[in-house]
């Protein structure tokens, strides 16, 4: 199976694809979203979230709960129950700061920050990636993407679904990393750095005005 990303700039546009996917018969543990939360667009509470699709109700599991390593922490981010957005929690990985996340990307990344801490590998949502099939360049600007305030969907894909579901993600607004990732060097950026502070909910809607 390949693994398909795109970076959207709003945490709206990626629900709206989200939808979309499982919509058109992609199952839900087959997508996985990770969203920079700088803003508390998500509680994390019981009484869940508002957004374009409605209400998407907590089951009270959703809290941030103690996790191990540089601080990886999630909450209920399996539980997609009807729908990959019914299982969305609260994750914290080095680097990006407060995330929400669901599906198999988000549970990745927990084990890849924790062992980062036991072996010294690559950790986090970087290391995620990798481990997905991205290239070293690809999971840097994704991360970076979402440090920057962005917010991803991954799908795993067969091969004969790639097209249609790389125009669904394209459709809503989508970007690869080889389109962000010009955007990003134009200004200096190299690469990825899961020590650098996150980016400030003013840095962020800076970001997102960049590209409207």
Do not use: C
């Not at 970076?7 to 997508?31: C, M, N, P, Q, R």
């Not at 986090?124 to 690809?138: Q, V």
């Not at 962005?150 to 790639?162: C, F, P, Y």
């Amino acid at each position: 199976m390949a693994t398909i990303t795109r970076l959207f700039d709003s945490h709206t546009e990626a629900l709206d694809a989200v939808a979309e996917l499982e919509a058109s018969g992609v199952s839900h543990d087959k997508i996985s979203i990770v969203s920079n939360n700088a803003d508390n667009w998500h509680s994390g509470s019981a009484g869940g979230h508002k957004g374009p699709l409605g209400d998407h109700n907590g089951d009270g599991e959703n809290d941030v709960a103690d996790g191990a390593g540089k601080g990886a922490t999630t909450g209920g981010l399996l539980g997609g129950g009807a729908g990959l957005l019914a299982g969305l929690g609260m994750l914290a990985i080095p680097g990006l700061g407060p995330v929400v996340a669901a599906g198999w990307l988000a549970s990745t990344a927990v084990g890849a920050a924790v062992g980062a801490v036991a072996g010294g590998a690559t950790g986090g949502l970087l290391g995620a990636l990798k481990e997905a099939g991205h290239s070293d360049e690809e999971a840097n600007v994704y991360s970076e993407g979402v440090r920057r305030g962005g917010t991803l969907v991954s799908i795993k894909a067969d091969d004969a679904e790639r097209d249609r579901l790389e125009a669904i993600l394209n459709g809503k607004r989508g970007y690869d990393a080889a389109t962000r990732g010009e955007a990003y060097r134009q200004t200096g950026w190299t690469r990825f750095d899961p020590d650098a502070e996150p980016y400030s909910t003013t840095q962020i809607s800076e970001e997102r005005a960049r590209y409207r």
